[in-house]
């Protein structure tokens, strides 16, 4: 199994999930986060002050599936939440051991499926 997590731009959301869904996932973790990266924030105008906002908001989402899917999953993600700007946001791909269903005790992909 792998891990999915992707941070993106948070007006993507619905295209990314739309497109997941266009794939066959069944199922994914949004978390609401802030983060920067080369563009290290930016600044703002508020009441005639300037301040820097270092941290924009993102965010992020995690997805477990099964290995066959994840290069059409990353491929999704990356296709539905680029606009071609800094700031688009990143995937990381990485190995799952085990996953258990709390409800049912079942493990291994059937958890996920």
Known sequence: MRKVEAIIKPFKLDEVKEALG??????????E???FG???GH????RGAEYVVEFLPKVKLEIVIPDEKA???????AKAATTGKIGDGK???STVDDAVRIRTGESGEVAVS
Not at 22 to 31: H, P, R
């Open 43 to 46: 600044k703002e105008l508020y």
């Open 38 to 40: 080369r563009q290290k």
């Open 22 to 31: 266009g794939i066959g996932v069944q199922g994914l973790t949004v978390t």
């Open 71 to 77: 290069k059409a999953v990353v491929d999704a993600i």
């Open 33 to 35: 986060v802030k983060g």
């Open 91 to 93: 995937i990381f791909v």
